[in-house]
């Protein structure tokens, strides 16, 4: 996104634009949830890198194994050396699932490989408890237990064995949903699905013989299908340096999004500490943000560029009806009403990320501020 | 304890509404050492209750919420 955002706007005797990317992929992982229940292939949400770069912009398909920024170098694990005038971290988040003991027993759909292995262990269900907890935070997309429990609940009635599963959330707040404002609308909704939730339970660890799951509140819950949001870490190439704080996430300024005290490098997205949702939106606005303060650095007009922590998300509450919700620092978010309209957005941009977002063709009105 | 005592971790939650200071709070004590204090600032209202609820359930240690001008700051000890 950011490099073809500056791509389009810098002229190439301005600027050489360089991404490094591990396997050269991009994935959508929205869909992750929709391939657990089964409308989604894996193959429609991952797309090659350089079909969706700009021209002007070279890809590197290598591990970067070190980040120096006093030496202003990145080096690749195949010790290719990449020099930086400007330098944008957007290394994403990693999952641990294995830092929860007893783990093996449990499901999740924060990658493609187990997406599709807990569709298989839902498709054979058929009938019992199924818990949905939190294995640590921060993590990507907070309202997604809350949207998969409702989604649970559409795939069960879909299969007419609605009646024969127990759905539970586990939430490690006080309330179901992350969002204070927005939570008695998903309270009035779980209880119409019938979903159950106990509050306060941040999974610690899961007994799979006894098929239990402990809090570190030290409360337990037993289930028969457990799924459990993975444990999220910053990139291991981030963790190996000083620019980032204990959870291996980089010490980013709130509204310049600069790191530390260094004017020439930049993090975005899920890699920063952030006090935002992980989400694709948040990084979304924050690369207009980064783009915009390098083109004004390089051309003398910097306006002072500032994100102003703005997330907009679409929660998909099955029965083809969802909410939007649309945040910065300064406005917390408002009740929506519960519509097909925000199910029809949903389902838009499913389709057509694609050809909108990492390709920065969104229209101007979208990236404004909240008023 | 007074309300301006250093403490080993600060949180500016500040603005935070989703993922929201309880939930910065709760990352900082996963990741955190037994005994260290954490001071958290937040501007969020419903925190300034749901915080000290999550740390007697969770047994740890409420040393006090402050008010500041236009914010709380909550100091929190990791006690297991
Ligand atoms: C189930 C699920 C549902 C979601 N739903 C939504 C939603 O509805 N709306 C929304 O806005 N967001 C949603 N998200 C979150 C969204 O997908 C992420 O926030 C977004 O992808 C973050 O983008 P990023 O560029 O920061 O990180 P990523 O997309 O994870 O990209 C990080 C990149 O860095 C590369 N990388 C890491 N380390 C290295 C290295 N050492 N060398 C080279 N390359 C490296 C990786 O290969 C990867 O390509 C969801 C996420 C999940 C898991």
Redesign the interface.
């Known amino acids: 996104m950011v490099a073809n955002s500056l791509a389009k706007s810098l002229k190439k005797e301005e600027a050489e634009i360089t991404l490094v990317d591990e396997d050269g992929k991009h994935v959508y992982q929205p869909g992750f949830i929709y391939i657990s229940f089964g409308n989604e292939k894996p193959h429609k949400i991952v797309k090659d890198e350089r079909k969706l770069l700009r021209r002007k912009v070279n890809l590197v398909v290598d591990k970067a194994v070190k980040i120096d920024v006093d030496d202003r170098k990145v080096t690749t694990s195949k010790d290719k050396k990449l020099e930086y005038d400007y330098l944008v971290l957007a290394t994403g988040a990693e999952i641990h699932p294995e830092d929860i003991p007893g783990c093996e027993d449990a499901y999740h759909f924060y990658d493609t490989e187990s997406s599709v292995k807990l569709r298989k262990a839902l498709a054979e269900f058929n009938g019992g408890r199924i818990v949905i907890g939190i294995g640590?935070?921060?993590y990507k997309c907070?309202?997604a237990p809350a949207e998969s429990a409702c989604l649970m609940d559409y795939y069960f009635h879909r299969r007419g064995i609605r009646d024969k599963v127990t759905i539970e959330l586990l939430s490690?707040?006080?309330r179901i949903f992350?969002?204070?404002?927005i939570d008695p609308l998903v309270s009035e909704v779980f209880e119409m699905k019938n979903i159950k939730s106990q509050t306060?339970f941040?999974v610690e660890s899961v007994e799979p013989e006894k098929k239990l799951v402990h809090s570190?509140?030290?409360e337990s819950a037993d289930y028969d299908l457990l799924i459990l949001i993975p444990p999220h870490k910053g990139a291991k190439v981030i963790r190996a340096t000083q620019l980032c704080?204990?959870?291996g996430w980089i010490i980013t300024d709130?509204e310049t999004l600069k790191v530390l005290d260094y004017d020439d490098v930049y993090a975005i997205g899920d890699a920063t500490n952030l006090?935002?949702?992980k989400s694709g939106a948040a990084a979304h606005y924050e690369n207009s943000v980064v783009t915009g303060s390098i083109i004004g650095d390089i051309r003398g007009t910097s306006k002072g560029e500032k994100y102003d922590?703005r997330?907009t998300c679409f929660c998909d509450a099955g029965f083809r009806r969802g909410i939007m919700?649309d945040?910065?620092?300064?406005h917390?978010?408002v009740p929506p009403p519960f519509s097909r309209m925000a199910y029809f957005k949903k389902m838009f941009f499913n389709k057509f990320y694609w050809w909108i977002l990492p390709k920065d063709r969104l229209p101007g009105f979208v990236t404004g501020k909240l008023e | 304890m007074s309300d301006d005592v250093e403490t080993d971790v600060l949180i500016d939650a500040r603005g935070s509404f989703c993922p929201g200071p309880l939930m910065e709070l709760i990352r900082a004590i996963r990741e955190g050492e037994v005994g260290e204090t954490i001071a958290i600032l937040s501007n969020d209202n419903g925190s300034k209750r749901d915080i000290p609820l999550w740390v007697g359930k969770a047994g740890h240690e409420l040393i006090g919420v402050f008010d500041k001008e236009d914010h709380d700051r909550i100091v929190v000890k990791k006690l297991k």
């Open positions: 640590g935070i921060p907070p309202p490690p707040l006080p992350p969002i204070e404002p306060f941040n570190l509140e030290g704080d204990r959870g709130r006090p935002v949702s922590g997330v919700l945040f910065d620092y300064e917390p978010p």
